[in-house]
Structures are given as C-alpha cells and as structure tokens.
C-alpha cells in the first residue's frame, strides 16, 4: 500500500495529536497521578527516582552524540546549547540537570551511592540501551525528530511532579528544581525537534521511521516509572 506523504509541517502536527491520545505518555502515568495526589508512600517514590536517575545520568553523554552526529551546522550550534543546559544549567540559569536530579534524590533521602549502584529494572535497561541505540544507526535528524514524543513530553509531567511533591509531600521548592527547570527547558527542546523534523522529515518513509521509533520511545518511557504498585 502506498503511503500517503504528509508535508513535514502537516506530519509533525499530525504527531503531536496522536501524542496526545497515546497510551503510553507518562502525563498519563498512575504513578504521577498518585504523587499528585498524595497517595504514593516515600518508598514508592524512592524507587521511582533511583530508576528514573538512571537516564538522567546518561543524559549528557547522549546529549553529546547526539551534537555530534548532527551535520547541520546551524542546528548543531543548538544542540550544543542543550549540552551546555544539561551539564551547567546555561539556559535556564541553574545547575546541571544531573546535579538537580541528585538534590532532589537526597532530599528524600537517597544517597549518591545508592543512585550509582542501582540495580536497573529491565526496562530501564531497555531505555538506556534503546536511547543509545537509536543514534548509532538512524539518521541524526530522526533520531531528534522522535524527542517531539520524548522530551517534547517530559515538561508537562515535570511540572506536575513538581507541584505534587511540594504540595503533597511539603518539598521545598529548590529541592524539585530538577522538575521546574525542566517543565522549562525541554519545552524548548521540544520546539527544536520540531524546527529539525519540520527541515528534514520529508518524506513517507523518513515519517514512518520516526513514527515507530518516537512511539517505542515513549512506551519505554513509560515502563521505567510503572515501579511495583503502579
């Protein structure tokens, strides 16, 4: 059957409506839904961050392939700006993200070492391989396009986090930075997956690509946070 080319604008608004109604988008996710409302006890959420910490880890090492592997010099000057906010907190005039990601660990009290020696859950371990995977053998364009259902996802969830942890579990509001900073950050990288999928996703075959492997990504996602009980 042949496939119906969308323009890259039409295909990239196409995919932010089917985003939206996809099972598997953590916005969604009962885990979310419980600390929102109080529900979730502290072991709970424990496990869920030293899970969840696994990718923040990894996350400026895949923010630097991901600039490398770009052939595009004005995009790649971007990309370069997401490695700066993830490691120094540039954009948004913070710390690290990874760093951020430790306060909020030890604030409820988890230790760096706890974090570092973690046992990954399998999917977890699907994630960080799949994360890594991608960009080894997909276009670098594609590979930035599927962040429209990664990160583009991520700001929404992070904000409602955040909320739910300072008023359900009276945290204070700099020790969720990690989820402010990012409803703010990857808000803006998600529009920069767009600018890039926009450029380069043109055509049936480069649509059905990033299609597959976006929804995978966000089914990974998901599975990382669905932690015993949930």
Request: charged letters at 20%; one cysteine or more.
């Amino acid at each position: 059957m042949a496939q119906t080319l969308l323009s890259s604008a039409e295909f990239v608004q196409q995919l932010k409506e089917d985003i939206q109604v996809f099972p598997k988008i953590r916005i969604k996710h009962p885990f979310l839904k419980a600390v929102c409302n109080g529900t979730a006890t502290i072991d709970q959420i424990r496990a869920w961050a030293i899970q969840d910490y696994q990718f923040r880890a990894a996350v400026p090492r895949i923010a630097m392939l991901r600039y490398l592997a770009c052939s595009d010099p004005e995009i790649a000057q971007k990309l370069w700006g997401v490695v700066e906010e993830e490691t120094r907190g540039m954009d948004t005039g913070s710390a690290g993200h990874n760093e951020l990601a430790i306060r909020f660990a030890e604030s409820i009290g988890l230790t760096h070492q706890q974090l570092e020696n973690a046992e990954l859950r399998p999917a977890t371990a699907a994630h960080l391989y799949y994360a890594e995977l991608v960009i080894h053998t997909l276009p670098w364009f594609v590979v930035m396009a599927i962040q429209i259902g990664a990160e583009g996802t991520f700001g929404p969830a992070a904000a409602a986090l955040g909320h739910g942890f300072i008023k359900q579990y009276n945290m204070k509001p700099d020790d969720v930075r990690f989820f402010t900073v990012h409803a703010e950050a990857d808000e803006e990288h998600g529009s920069l997956a767009e600018e890039i999928a926009e450029r380069y996703i043109t055509s049936p075959h480069l649509q059905e690509q990033t299609r597959k492997h976006m929804f995978r990504r966000m089914e990974l996602l998901y599975d990382i946070w669905s932690i015993d009980g949930f």
